[in-house]
C-alpha cells in the first residue's frame, strides 16, 4: 500500500532535520574538560594562604549555584534515585532509549508535556547549548531533533560517569537553584556526599517538576523512593511532611564564614582591576585569575584562618563582658611588617552589632591620643625635643583663630614638668599639645596624610586639637602608620592578597624613610618602656607582655571610640572597640576596651615565635642623664639612660638650665598666635582680666608697642582696646618673634575643652 502523502512528508522533513542538525553540530561537541572548567559558582570561595575557606560571598544574583560537585562526592542514593527517575537505561543506550521511542506514539514522543523519552544525555545537550535550551513554551521540533543529534555525540565523545557527573552540576532543581551542590547545601544543609535515600527521592522529583507544589512533589519523591526501595514500606505522609520543610528551607547562606568584610574588599579589588584592564570582561563574579586553585576553587587571600578565628573569637568575647558598659562594636587588624600582608581583618563583632555590615576596619573615627607617637617622631626627628626633654604639664590657654584652647587630660590632673618619654608613655595631653605647638598643626597634617591616614582637612582646621587626635582616620590606615614606626620610619601600603615574589632591591633603591629611623626607634624605645607609663597606667598593666612590643592607646572625645595598637618584631595589630552608632561607651578606658583583645592577640602570635628589641639604627647615641630638682627639691625624674639622636644629647635636664624646650634654643613666641582677637568680657571688671604670653628661649623680655613689660617666658599682660604688637626680645637684645593681636572692647572670648584622651 502507497503511504499517505502526510507520512512521507512527515518522515522525510525528520530525515531533512536530523541531516542538518547533524551537520551543525559535527565537530562543535564541547568536551567535559571545557563544561568543567567554565563552570562558575554563584558564590566566591575566599580562601586563606592556605587555600583554607575562609568565606563564601554571592557574586551572582541571579542564580545560586554552588561548587562544582564530583560524581565520587555524590552519595550512591542519589546518583541511583537521579537513574531511575530520568533514565532508567542510561547505562544501557547510546544517547537515545529507542525502547522508549518504539514504546510512545509519535505525538507523545515530541509532546512537551512529558519527558517519557528524553534521556539524561538528551536533558544534558540541552543544558549546553543555548540554541537547544528549553523556553517557557517547550522545545520546538528542531530544537527536539538536535537535542538527539547532539545526544548521540555526547554519548560517542564523553564517557557514561562525565555524562552524569554534568548533569548533577547542571540541571535545575528549584528556582534560581541550580546543580546538586547548591540544592543540597539550600534544602537539606549539608553536603551531596551526605544526602540519604529520602533527600535523594526529594531531590530527583525536583528534577522532573522544578517548580510545582510541595504535595506534588512529595507524590513524585514517594514513587521514587518505593523504586528504590521495593522491599520497604513508604511512609509517604511522613515524606510529604518532610518535603514540605525542605522546599522552604535557605540554610545555604549568600555570605557565610568568618572574614566577611576581608572577602568583600578582596572581591571589590579584584573586580575594579579587571574592569581597569578589560572592561568588556568584568563580570558579577570575578575569575580568580592567578590565583591558585586548591580542593575548592577560590579567591586566595593573605590571611591566615586559624588567627582570624582567634581574632574574631577573642574580639566576640570580650564585647560580650562590655555589654554593660554600653559596647557593643569592635574592628581588628593584623599586618605582617615586613610584608605588609593583612593576616586577620575583623570587621565587626558579627551578631552582637547592630550595624555587622559596616567594616571598623575602615570605617573612618577619631583616633584619639594613638595619633602621640606619629607627633612625638616628627618632634624628635625635627630636633625640636628629645626623649628626655622636659615639657611643661600644666595648664594651658592656647589662643586659636576661634578663641581659646584649653587642653585637659585623662584624669584632669597635672603632672608639672614631664621629659617626652613619660609624657608620651603616660599619655599625657597637655605635653602633646605643646610638642604640636612646636611641630605646627599644618607641618604634622602633612606628615600624617604621608603616613597614609587620610584627613579630610588641612592641619590649621583642626588646630591644636590635632595631637589628641581630633581628625577622622581608619584602623586599617592607622595601624598601618605603626608599622611604618615598626619598619624604621618606611611607609609601604598594605595587601589582602599575595604578591609573587619580588627581586631584592639594591640598598640605592630603597625608598627613603618617611620618618627618621632613629627617631622612629627612639618611641618604639618608650612604648615599649614599662616604667614610663606608670604614671597613668601602673606598674601591672595589661599593655605589659612577655616579649617585647611597643603599644598606645587612645579614648576620643565622649568615649565614642576606644584604640590600641602596637608592634611586635615581626607583627603590628590595631583594635577598635565602641559603637558604630557613634553613641557614647561607659566608663570604659585605654585598658579596659581595646588593649585587652589587643594583647590576648599578640600572645597567640608570639606563642611559639620570639619577640626582640629592634636594634638602634646608626646616629643615635645613648647616654646617661639625670633631672634637676622640682618645686618640692626632688629630682624631677630618676636618673636614667636615654637615646638621643647624634648632636642633641645633653646630661642634665633642669628647670633654670633653659634646657628643658627647645634644644635649638631659639626664642621664639609660642603663644598669643599671631592675628589674634582678644574680646573682652563685660561681665568681668577689667581689671581682673588678663591675656598671657608664653615663649621659649633663655633670658628673654617681652615688650608691647616698642615698650618694656616683664621678663621670662610666661607673663600676664593686661589688655586695653586697640591693635598691639607684641615682640619678644632675645639675651643679645635683638626682636627674636613678633605677634599682632586686636583687643576688642566688649564680646564674649569663645572657649574650647580638649576631650580627655589617653
Same mark, same amino acid.
Given at each position: 500500500m502507497k503511504p499517505a502523502p502526510f507520512a512521507l512528508s512527515r518522515?522525510?522533513?525528520?530525515?531533512?532535520?536530523?541531516a542538518a542538525a547533524w551537520a551543525h553540530t559535527a565537530g562543535a561537541v564541547v568536551s567535559f574538560e571545557e563544561v568543567k572548567r567554565d563552570f562558575r559558582s554563584s558564590d566566591t570561595a575566599v580562601l586563606d594562604r592556605n587555600g583554607e575557606l575562609l568565606q563564601r560571598v554571592r557574586t551572582d544574583p541571579t542564580v545560586r549555584r554552588g561548587q562544582w560537585t564530583a560524581l565520587a562526592d555524590v552519595s550512591p542514593a542519589l546518583r541511583t534515585a537521579m537513574v531511575l527517575s530520568e533514565d532508567k537505561r542510561f547505562y544501557e543506550h547510546s544517547g537515545i532509549d529507542w525502547r522508549a521511542v518504539s514504546a510512545a506514539a509519535w505525538g507523545n514522543l515530541w509532546n512537551t508535556r512529558t519527558r517519557g523519552a528524553s534521556t539524561i544525555t538528551m536533558q544534558l545537550s540541552g543544558l549546553l547549548d543555548d540554541d537547544l535550551r528549553r523556553n517557557s513554551g517547550g522545545r520546538s521540533f528542531t530544537q527536539k531533533i538536535g537535542q538527539t543529534v547532539a545526544a548521540a555525540q555526547l554519548e560517542r565523545n564523553w564517557r557514561k560517569d562525565q555524562i552524569l557527573e554534568a548533569y548533577l552540576n547542571t540541571v535545575p532543581f528549584r528556582g534560581e537553584i541550580v546543580g546538586i551542590d547548591a540544592l543540597s547545601r539550600t534544602l537539606f544543609g549539608k553536603a551531596p556526599s551526605g544526602l540519604d535515600a529520602r533527600e535523594a527521592s526529594v531531590a530527583a522529583a525536583l528534577v522532573r517538576a522544578p517548580n510545582a507544589k510541595p504535595a506534588a512533589v512529595a507524590q513524585r519523591a514517594c514513587e521514587v523512593l518505593r523504586t528504590m526501595e521495593p522491599q520497604q514500606k513508604t511512609d509517604c505522609e511522613a515524606l510529604d511532611m518532610f518535603t514540605s520543610a525542605a522546599v522552604q528551607r535557605r540554610a545555604f547562606e549568600p555570605n557565610e564564614g568568618i572574614a566577611p #568584610?576581608? &572577602?568583600?574588599?578582596?572581591?571589590?579589588?579584584?573586580?575594579?582591576?579587571? %574592569?581597569? &584592564?578589560? =572592561? &568588556?570582561?568584568?563580570? !558579577?563574579?570575578?575569575?580568580?585569575?592567578?590565583?591558585?586553585?586548591d580542593k575548592e576553587t577560590?579567591?586566595?587571600?593573605?590571611?591566615?584562618?586559624p588567627l582570624q578565628r582567634f581574632a574574631l573569637d577573642t574580639l566576640q568575647r570580650h564585647l560580650r563582658e562590655l555589654r554593660d558598659r554600653h559596647v557593643e562594636d569592635g574592628a581588628l587588624v593584623v599586618l605582617d611588617n615586613a610584608t605588609g600582608e593583612v593576616l586577620a581583618w575583623v570587621g565587626s563583632s558579627g551578631p552582637l552589632s547592630q550595624?555587622?555590615?559596616?567594616?571598623?576596619?575602615? !570605617?573612618?573615627?577619631? =583616633? $584619639?591620643?594613638?595619633?602621640?607617637?606619629?607627633?612625638? !617622631?616628627q618632634a624628635i626627628a625635627e630636633k625640636r625635643i628629645t626623649a628626655a626633654s622636659?615639657?611643661?604639664? @600644666?595648664?594651658?590657654?592656647?589662643?586659636?583663630?576661634?578663641?581659646?584652647?584649653?587642653?585637659?587630660?585623662?584624669?584632669?590632673?597635672?603632672?608639672?614638668?614631664?621629659? %617626652?618619654r613619660t609624657a608620651l608613655a603616660a599619655s599625657l595631653n597637655v605635653p602633646a599639645v605643646r610638642?604640636?605647638?612646636?611641630?605646627?598643626?599644618?607641618?604634622?597634617?602633612?606628615?600624617?596624610?604621608?603616613?597614609?591616614? =587620610?584627613?579630610?582637612?588641612?592641619?590649621?582646621?583642626? $588646630?591644636?586639637? /590635632?595631637?589628641?587626635?581630633?581628625?577622622?582616620? @581608619?584602623?586599617?590606615? /592607622?595601624?598601618?602608620?605603626?608599622?611604618? /614606626?615598626?619598619?624604621?620610619?618606611?611607609? %609601604?601600603?598594605?595587601?589582602?592578597?599575595? +604578591?609573587?615574589?619580588? +627581586?631584592?632591591? &639594591?640598598? @640605592?633603591?630603597? =625608598?627613603?624613610?618617611?620618618?627618621?629611623?632613629?627617631?622612629?626607634?627612639?618611641?618604639?624605645?618608650i612604648l615599649s618602656d614599662p616604667n614610663a607609663r606608670t604614671r597613668t597606667f601602673g606598674l601591672d598593666s595589661i599593655l605589659s607582655t612577655r616579649f617585647w612590643t611597643a603599644v598606645k592607646t587612645g579614648t576620643s572625645k565622649d568615649m565614642r571610640d576606644n584604640w590600641a595598637v602596637g608592634w611586635s618584631q615581626r607583627y603590628t595589630v590595631g583594635v577598635w572597640v565602641g559603637n558604630a552608632s557613634g553613641e557614647s561607651m561607659w566608663d570604659v578606658s585605654g585598658t579596659s576596651g581595646a588593649a585587652p583583645v589587643w594583647a590576648e592577640v599578640m600572645r597567640f602570635l608570639h606563642a611559639r615565635e620570639p619577640s626582640r628589641a629592634p636594634s638602634p639604627p646608626a646616629g643615635l647615641v645613648e647616654m646617661q642623664v639625670s633631672f634637676g630638682p622640682g618645686g618640692d627639691g626632688n629630682a624631677l625624674e630618676a636618673s636614667r639612660s636615654e637615646w638621643f639622636l647624634q648632636g642633641t644629647e645633653q646630661p642634665l635636664f633642669a628647670l633654670d638650665t633653659g634646657m628643658a624646650t627647645d634644644a635649638s634654643g631659639s626664642a621664639r613666641i609660642t603663644a598669643p598666635a599671631d592675628g589674634t582677637?582678644?574680646?573682652?568680657?563685660?561681665?568681668?571688671?577689667?581689671?581682673?582680666? *588678663?591675656?598671657?604670653?608664653?615663649?621659649? $628661649?633663655?633670658?628673654?623680655?617681652? *615688650?608691647?608697642?616698642? +615698650?618694656?613689660?616683664?621678663?621670662?617666658?610666661?607673663?600676664?599682660?593686661?589688655?586695653?582696646?586697640?591693635? #598691639?604688637?607684641?615682640? /619678644?626680645?632675645?639675651? $643679645?637684645? +635683638?626682636?627674636?618673634?613678633?605677634?599682632?593681636?586686636?583687643?576688642?572692647? !566688649?564680646?564674649?572670648? %569663645?572657649?574650647?575643652?580638649?576631650?580627655?584622651?589617653r
Open positions: 518522515k522525510s522533513l525528520a530525515a531533512l532535520l536530523i #568584610h576581608a &572577602a568583600r574588599r578582596v572581591l571589590r579589588e579584584i573586580r575594579d582591576a579587571n %574592569a581597569a &584592564a578589560a =572592561p &568588556a570582561a568584568a563580570s !558579577a563574579a570575578p575569575a580568580p585569575k592567578g590565583q591558585e586553585k577560590g579567591v586566595r587571600t593573605t590571611l591566615r584562618a550595624a555587622a555590615e559596616v567594616d571598623g576596619v575602615t !570605617a573612618l573615627r577619631q =583616633p $584619639g591620643s594613638t595619633l602621640k607617637p606619629l607627633l612625638y !617622631a622636659l615639657i611643661e604639664d @600644666s595648664s594651658a590657654q592656647i589662643s586659636t583663630a576661634s578663641g581659646l584652647y584649653i587642653p585637659q587630660n585623662y584624669d584632669r590632673r597635672f603632672k608639672g614638668p614631664v621629659s %617626652a610638642t604640636l605647638v612646636m611641630v605646627s598643626p599644618e607641618a604634622f597634617a602633612r606628615e600624617l596624610r604621608a603616613a597614609g591616614l =587620610p584627613l579630610r582637612e588641612s592641619g590649621d582646621y583642626y $588646630g591644636y586639637s /590635632l595631637a589628641l587626635g581630633s581628625a577622622e582616620v @581608619s584602623l586599617l590606615s /592607622l595601624t598601618n602608620a605603626y608599622r611604618m /614606626l615598626a619598619n624604621g620610619g618606611r611607609y %609601604a601600603t598594605t595587601t589582602l592578597t599575595p +604578591k609573587p615574589a619580588e +627581586k631584592p632591591k &639594591a640598598a @640605592s633603591a630603597a =625608598p627613603a624613610p618617611l620618618i627618621d629611623p632613629r627617631a622612629a626607634f627612639i618611641v618604639g624605645d582677637i582678644i574680646a573682652l568680657d563685660p561681665d568681668i571688671p577689667p581689671q581682673r582680666q *588678663r591675656v598671657r604670653f608664653d615663649s621659649e $628661649g633663655r633670658g628673654v623680655q617681652w *615688650r608691647v608697642d616698642g +615698650k618694656p613689660l616683664a621678663r621670662g617666658n610666661t607673663v600676664q599682660w593686661f589688655p586695653w582696646p586697640g591693635r #598691639h604688637v607684641i615682640e /619678644l626680645v632675645d639675651a $643679645g637684645g +635683638k626682636v627674636a618673634d613678633q605677634r599682632r593681636i586686636e583687643v576688642r572692647g !566688649a564680646g564674649v572670648v %569663645a572657649k574650647s575643652n580638649g576631650g580627655a584622651r
